[in-house]
């Protein structure tokens, strides 16, 4: 597939109406309108899937690459409601995302000041704005990492979307459409890239073709332009007539505008004696508005040094409150070294405690075996048992039985005796 011809990347939108309305003013061939077919068919987006490993690959990192953008457009909003994901984004995440709205700032107030400021400082200024903008792209990577360690809260995200910019919108659109070309480049074949360069020679043509009419159409208007010009020049004639006459007409009225000159020459000599006297109202004013602002400063400044004293006795109360506060974070800090020590002592312990467990429930585990295997042992005694007394049982019923056949057998023996001898007497 050759990625660099220009009749390939030249390919419009992928849309079957935008592509066939300029071969339907010209004379198209079945052969032609045939490949116009197969290539919108080849264009067809939903038949794009990816056949091998490194199309796959590039298609995963572009989508991962949509992902990030699409959680880095929400980073501002999330910093702007922190305290309504607090809970959810954890303290990890938290502090970095705190982190990140100060090298945010950072870098406005560095561009605000870069702009007032003259260029003598150019070159510092633009060596901290280098720094801060790669400590930014860490923040924002660092962001994006423990964001995406957490994909229930990406999928929770995400119904945050609407309070996107337009300029990330645009962005990330943007980038979907760049993906969807990208999978469309990989997937093409050689005999897809034929279909589109013909496709493309056949649109040359059409446009060629619109390139003469459009000459055409220019020379008509150079002519509709000459035409319109003649006009112009009669016009401009007229408006030359027109000039003259208003010309005359500005030395009749220059007359009247001397008179009114004079007119207001007098007017402004008398405003001009009132408002003097208006001045002289005004510095008396200002004079005892001066004495007041004297009388003022004294009173401030008499106010200004009893503030000052105040000031003296609250820093000194200050300084005896850190004494005292860094006296009793002493006593807590040899507090809590005693409850760590304690708290080894009772680990210690604890591991030991675990050792003896894990060795009782081993012997444990041996004596439940040994009483599982002893149980088993007593049912199958029990069961050989009522077998064997089953077996007893019916061997003794048996026997009865022989008995009481072998008794009612002689004794019918008998009864055929003493008949047999009655009927010989």
């Not at 066939?20 to 116009?36: D, N």
């Not at 945050?160 to 943007?174: G, L, Y």
């Not at 004013?285 to 000052?308: I, K, T």
Request: glycine share 2%.
């Amino acid at each position: 597939m050759a990625t660099g011809d220009p009749a390939v990347l030249q390919v419009p939108p992928q849309d079957g109406k935008q592509r066939s309305k300029p071969l339907e003013k010209g004379p198209a061939t079945p052969e032609k309108a045939t490949i116009t077919l197969d290539a919108m068919k080849m264009l067809d987006p939903r038949r794009l899937k990816p056949d091998s490993i490194e199309t796959e690959r590039i298609i995963t990192v572009l989508d991962e690459t949509i992902a990030k953008l699409e959680l880095s457009s929400l980073i501002p909003h999330i910093i702007d409601s922190l305290d309504r994901f607090a809970d959810v984004l954890g303290p990890e995440i938290t502090n970095s995302l705190i982190e990140h709205q100060k090298l945010s700032n950072e870098m406005e107030h560095l561009l605000a000041s870069s702009e007032e400021e003259d260029t003598m400082r150019a070159e510092e200024q633009r060596g901290c704005l280098c720094l801060l903008e790669q400590r930014l792209k860490c923040s924002v990577r660092n962001v994006l990492r423990l964001l995406r360690a957490n994909p229930s809260l990406c999928q929770a995200l995400k119904y945050e979307a609407w309070v996107r910019e337009s300029p990330a919108k645009a962005f990330i659109k943007a980038f979907g459409e760049f993906r969807n070309f990208m999978l469309e480049r990989l997937l093409t074949s050689p005999v897809e890239e034929e279909g589109k360069i013909q496709l493309m020679e056949a649109i040359s043509l059409q446009i060629k073709k619109n390139t003469e009419a459009i000459t055409a159409l220019q020379a008509e208007l150079a002519a509709a332009i000459r035409t319109q010009e003649e006009e112009i020049h009669k016009k401009d004639n007229v408006i030359k007539d027109l000039k003259n006459t208003m010309q005359d007409l500005t030395k009749d009225f220059k007359a009247g505008i001397q008179q009114i000159k004079q007119e207001g020459e007098k007017q402004q000599k008398e405003k001009l004696q009132a408002s003097q006297a208006r001045c002289a109202r005004l510095q008396q004013d200002v004079q005892q508005l001066g004495a007041q602002l004297s009388a003022l400063v004294l009173e401030h400044r008499a106010s200004e040094l009893a503030l000052r004293k105040r000031k003296c006795r609250v820093e000194m109360e200050i300084v005896n409150w850190i004494q005292k506060y860094d006296a009793d974070m002493g006593e807590k800090q040899a507090e809590c070294e005693e409850v760590h020590a304690a708290y080894a002592e009772e680990k210690a312990q604890l591991s030991l405690l675990m050792e003896k467990h894990a060795v009782l429930l081993q012997e444990y585990s041996q004596i439940e075996e040994e009483r599982r295997i002893c149980q088993n042992k007593e049912e199958q005694a029990l069961k050989e048992l009522n077998t064997m007394s089953l077996a007893a049982t019916r061997i003794q019923a048996f026997w009865r039985g022989y008995l009481v056949r072998c008794f009612f057998k002689s004794k019918r023996k008998k009864k055929k005796k003493s008949k047999s001898k009655k009927t010989k007497k």
